[in-house]
């Protein structure tokens, strides 16, 4: 038991200087309980070296009024338990702060970038950044993201991703690295490794190639060519049918 309680008391103060995350901390209540348990059996043996050491680590154990327990460790750190056992905080030496809720939930806020990554049940994750920043990770692999300006971005498992800007253009990025933007006017983007388009909503179509020519079809049916120095090497009207001229009836009288 001694030693359980010295390598989880270890890792949590390793966790502390070396800022890593909250993923030694799920054992908060057995923490507890393993305390009381030591707490007895030095009670009943006499104490070995192992046992001294332990108690030199945590200064000192107490019950408050409210019915909480508070562990003061001998660096610093605190360890505070809700009366029912089921919320613990720790206040490490470094100004993190790590509590484990009744729901389950493990928030751990880091003190030197005023960051908060709480971590669910379900094994969902929020991070929360000191500029507002904000991001959420799902177990499937999909995050979604929202920035001070209101920009969302949503990534899929798969790494295609979504972006809605603050001013309602939207942005898709395929896993192929291909670009499809939306603007509110109603206008179209597609950058590619071979081109970048653009489509109007009146039909008309600009295509810039990857050696810098230029390609424009007109809504109406014209086309205009230009090659990478500028320079227009096609500009063709589209044909224009003449009128069909009606042939009179066989039995129609002269006018």
């Given at each position: ?84 056992g089921?919320?613990s905080?720790?206040y490490?030496?470094?100004g ?24 669910k ?27 001070p ?71 109406n ?35």
């Amino acid at each position: 038991m001694s030693v359980i309680f010295n390598l989880m008391i270890g890792n949590e103060n390793e966790n502390a200087k070396d800022g890593h995350r909250w993923s030694i901390f799920r054992s908060a209540r057995l923490l507890f309980n393993e305390l009381k348990a030591f707490e007895a059996s030095i009670n009943s043996k006499p104490s070995t070296s192992s046992d001294s050491m332990i108690l030199r680590m945590v200064k000192s154990f107490s019950d408050e009024e409210d019915g909480s327990k508070v562990l003061l460790y001998s660096n610093g750190t605190k360890k505070v338990v809700s009366p029912n056992g089921l919320t613990s905080t720790m206040y490490f030496f470094n100004g993190d702060i790590k509590r484990t809720q009744e729901d389950g939930d493990v928030i751990y806020y880091y003190s030197s970038s005023q960051t908060t990554h709480t971590t669910k049940p379900d094994g969902t994750e929020i991070i929360k950044f000191k500029n507002g920043q904000s991001e959420t990770h799902h177990r499937n692999g999909s995050k979604d993201i929202v920035f001070p300006d209101g920009t969302i971005r949503h990534v899929l498992p798969s790494g295609e991703e979504k972006i809605k800007f603050s001013d309602g253009v939207t942005q898709r990025v395929l896993t192929n690295g291909d670009k499809i933007i939306d603007f509110p006017d109603g206008q179209r983007e597609t950058h590619t490794s071979l081109y970048k388009r653009r489509e109007y909503p009146d039909g008309t179509v600009k295509t810039v190639y990857q050696d810098g020519r230029q390609e424009t079809q007109y809504a109406n049916g014209r086309l205009r060519i230009k090659d990478p120095d500028g320079r227009v090497i096609l500009d063709r009207l589209p044909t224009v049918s003449p009128p069909v001229k009606a042939t009179p009836h066989l039995f129609s009288q002269p006018s």
